[in-house]
């Protein structure tokens, strides 16, 4: 539950779950202790967030949950000119309507990722709304004249880009931290906003941003970031063999993303628990217990409750049933195909004629030659005596060399999956 306490408990929360890493005040608890509008930004450059945004919005949900109000930017001006942090090379600029397609989509992720929280209401905002309209004259006179070249350039945001001649950085990117300063001046003017956290890649813009505010208004604002989203060895999470971990299912389907977090390593599951859920330390603490067990009681958790909040209890479910079917038995049927296809996108498949299964249908071994489930026929043969083969989930008890899948088997009408084993599925689909 929401604490709804303007006290020290929140900056507490984030100290214990590892989410500062850097601040712009000693008294950051201090800061904390009274109701403030809090922003972070998220660029639309693609189509989607991913898995590293998580961080900021679990830092925005964590505040907001003790009260704070959560104003997540989505940059439909910056979006046009990209950030440089963390990026070794010039982004590909998108035109105007590819920038606000992905803002629509991105806001819609936002206000469906703190649909189910307590606290104060979220209110989404677009810095095209101010960017839009600014006048270069005006601005290069009221903001650039409060940012030193030599200053910028020693921002870890563009200090790698500057000291690469092969890469380089252009004036449009290098001009993104005077932007999002901007942004912040632009949010404390209308809203009162004090507060902007991000992932520590963006400190050199967040302090850009608070220096921008004292100087046009003499008023202190602050800065918070928490840690890149990084394995145990440092490098950035959220990658995998297929790319980013994307919150659109059309692009990492949603029983991709569960699985991805149920594959987490050991190392760095608790961390993940403390930043990516809203579990209590009690609860992790005992969670971490058992890592190692072999039961993954831990990355269960973490999968299920970033799957519930990024696509619903729904979704949720049908990963689940799907996941426990495929791996630990049960009537794959009962999933349906669309799922499966989900599920398996990786796992050997084949394409035969349908006409193969009418009738009494296709001799089980040669179609677990086929797919590549046995070497040989002989040793699919060994392999139905010896009970090791399943069909849509369901073991084959005595069969035979004269067994056979047929029109009946197939799931939605066009799939049947054979496991060899506990863990090795195939797919035959019928074409």
């Given at each position: ?17 590892g ?14 202790s ?42 439909g001006?910056?979006?046009m ?17 590819r920038?606000?397609d ?23 905002v ?36 500057f000291?690469?001649?092969?890469a ?85 389907s ?38 190692g ?14 799957t519930?909040?990024v ?9 689940v ?7 630990g ?29 009418d ?21 699919a ?21 004269a ?8 799931i ?15 797919v035959?689909?019928?074409?």
């Amino acid at each position: 539950m929401a604490t709804n306490r303007f006290d020290e408990h929140a900056f507490h929360e984030l100290s214990w779950r590892g989410l500062v890493q850097q601040t712009t005040a000693d008294d950051m608890a201090q800061v904390l202790s009274k109701p403030l509008a809090v922003y972070s930004g998220f660029d639309p450059t693609a189509t989607s967030l991913h898995a590293g945004n998580l961080v900021p919005l679990m830092l925005l949900t964590h505040l907001r949950r003790h009260g704070h109000q959560a104003l997540p930017l989505v940059g439909g001006a910056t979006g046009m000119i990209g950030d440089p942090s963390g990026k070794s090379s010039e982004r590909t600029l998108l035109d105007a309507e590819r920038v606000r397609d992905n803002t629509g989509k991105i806001r819609a992720q936002i206000e469906k990722f703190f649909a189910s929280d307590d606290g104060p209401p979220v209110q989404v905002v677009d810095n095209l709304e101010w960017l839009g309209e600014v006048r270069l004259l005006d601005f290069l006179r009221d903001v650039g004249k409060h940012f030193a070249v030599n200053q910028m350039i020693q921002r870890d945001s563009v200090k790698q880009r500057f000291e690469t001649r092969e890469a380089g950085i252009s004036y449009t990117e290098f001009s993104y931290m005077l932007l999002q300063a901007y942004d912040f001046y632009q949010l404390y003017k209308r809203l009162n906003c004090r507060l902007q956290v991000g992932a520590s890649d963006q400190w050199g813009n967040i302090v850009s941003g608070v220096d921008l505010v004292r100087r046009l208004t003499g008023e202190a604002v602050h800065g918070l970031t928490a840690p890149l989203l990084t394995d145990a060895e440092g490098r950035k999470y959220g990658k995998s063999e297929k790319g980013a971990v994307y919150l659109d299912p059309t692009l990492t389907s949603p029983y991709g993303f569960y699985q991805f977090w149920l594959n987490t390593a050991d190392a760095n599951v608790g961390r993940f628990l403390r930043w990516l859920t809203l579990r209590p330390r009690e609860e992790i603490e005992g969670l971490e217990a058992t890592v190692g067990s072999g039961a993954r009681q831990a990355q269960r958790a973490l999968a299920e409750d970033l799957t519930r909040r990024v696509h619903g209890d729904a979704e949720l479910g049908r990963v689940v049933r799907a996941t426990e079917a495929l791996f630990g038995g049960g009537d794959l049927r009962e999933v349906g195909g669309d799922l499966l296809d989900q599920a398996l996108d990786a796992a050997p498949a084949i394409t035969v004629p349908r006409a193969r299964f009418d009738g009494d249908g296709a001799l089980l071994v040669d179609v677990l030659v086929e797919v590549g489930a046995c070497p040989s026929k002989s040793d699919a043969r060994r392999q139905l005596a010896a009970g090791a083969i399943a069909v849509n989930g369901a073991p084959l008890a005595g069969a035979s060399e004269a067994s056979r899948v047929a029109a009946r088997d197939l799931i939605d009408g066009r799939l049947v999956v054979l496991r060899r084993g506990k863990r090795n599925n195939y797919v035959v689909r019928a074409g």
